[in-house]
């Protein structure tokens, strides 16, 4: 069993910038994890991700050139930079695991964390 904690979400003003944090807890034979939002009356999309040994990363068209996906693996922990945000940003982000290849697919993932409110008023 994986668990997953996210952590760093709060309300930015447009332009500014929010570093999100996922920490991983029990079984660590994750490969890939990633990061997904969700906005309000919206289907849940993904953002980034990122293989757990190899730093091969992923990102949405929307973000790319904004957002950063990492990870420290002696912390079991995976960040989410995030600059330049905009309105359209706002969003419930969550973080997720799953055994084989990262991949941009939330449908591939085994684990969720409880997710955290990001809000970028304009």
């Known amino acids: 069993q994986v668990q997953l904690v996210e952590s760093g979400g709060g309300l930015v003003q447009a332009g500014g910038s929010l570093r999100l944090s996922c920490a991983a807890s029990g079984r660590t034979s994750i490969y890939g994890m990633g990061w997904f939002r969700q906005a309000a009356g919206k289907e849940r999309e993904s953002v980034a991700a990122i293989t757990w040994s190899g730093g091969n990363t992923y990102y949405a068209d929307s973000v790319k050139g904004r957002f950063t996906i990492s990870r420290d693996n002696a912390k079991n922990v995976v960040y989410l930079q995030m600059n330049s945000l905009k309105p359209e940003d706002t969003a419930v982000y969550y973080c997720?695991?799953?055994?084989?290849?990262?991949?941009?697919?939330?449908?591939?993932?085994?684990?969720w964390g409880q997710g955290t409110q990001v809000t970028v008023s304009s």
């Open positions: 997720a695991a799953k055994r084989l290849r990262a991949t941009m697919d939330p449908y591939d993932y085994d684990y």
